[in-house]
T-cell receptor
Framework: DGGITQSPKYLFRKEGQNVTLSCEQNLNHDAMYWYRQDPGQGLRLIYYSQIVNDFQKGDIAEGYSVSREKKESFPLTVTSAQKNPTAFYLCASHSRGKHQPQHFGDGTRLSIL | AQSVTQLGSHVSVSEGALVLLRCNYS??????LFWYVQYPNQGLQLLLKYTTGATLVKGINGFEAEFKKSETSFHLTKPSAHMSDAAEYFCAVTLASGNTPLVFGKGTRLSVIA
């Protein structure tokens, strides 16, 4: 079955540590997105990529970095500069065309040790 | 820039009662509108979408929404709530033209009381 796989499901970060969240899709989608979800805040866009080797900052990019070296993969690194990283992170993708709905992974929950 | 307002962060209904979740959008150009549902510790699933054409849109699980341009609204309804409808619901908007990504509302948590 095609879909989006996020790993790990739970992740713990120590102070001063960078951690990388994985997002892989086998839907042959061009566009991929990273969102952060906090209670009562909805989904806030961190980064998005509409084509390989290109990506744009979203509303809350500070303290995060991404890469898009392959169409299937869009990893997110939470750097030590992100002072409040505890949240639920969601990856999404969609095929070409803005009317196409986004498909979501099941998320990664990041906590601070 | 476009934006979405979902009225009511928490809505509670009795099983079998009408479900009405409100969404108002702000957009200077024709929008594309979406409703998504999220169950605990999962990603979002598409319920329905409006792009062009008929303004009453039917989705999965008996949900429907009506695009009302004059009211800038896209409210989600279901005639009879079921216990399995308890979840969080998100309205989202993007512009029909240009390169702007999807903007989500803050969500409405639906509780269904037996």
């Amino acid at each position: 079955d095609g879909g989006i796989t996020q790993s790990p499901k739970y992740l713990f970060r120590k102070e001063g540590q960078n951690v990388t969240l994985s997002c892989e899709q086998n839907l042959n989608h061009d566009a991929m997105y990273w969102y952060r979800q906090d209670p009562g805040q909805g989904l806030r866009l961190i980064y998005y990529s509409q084509i390989v080797n290109d990506f744009q900052k979203g509303d809350i990019a500070e303290g995060y970095s991404v890469s898009r070296e392959k169409k299937e993969s869009f990893p997110l690194t939470v750097t030590s500069a992100q002072k409040n990283p505890t949240a639920f992170y969601l990856c999404a993708s969609h095929s070409r065309g803005k009317h196409q709905p986004q498909h979501f992974g099941d998320g990664t929950r990041l906590s601070i040790l | 820039a476009q934006s979405v307002t979902q009225l009511g962060s928490h809505v509670s209904v009795s099983e079998g009662a009408l479900v009405l979740l409100r969404c108002n959008y702000s957009s200077s150009v024709p929008p594309y509108l979406f409703w998504y549902v999220q169950y605990p510790n999962q990603g979002l699933q598409l319920l329905l979408k409006y792009t062009t054409g008929a303004t009453l849109v039917k989705g999965i699980n008996g949900f429907e929404a009506e695009f009302k341009k004059s009211e800038t609204s896209f409210h989600l309804t279901k005639p009879s709530a079921h216990m399995s409808d308890a979840a969080e619901y998100f309205c989202a908007v993007t512009l029909a033209s240009g390169n702007t990504p999807l903007v989500f509302g803050k969500g409405t948590r639906l509780s269904v009381i037996a």
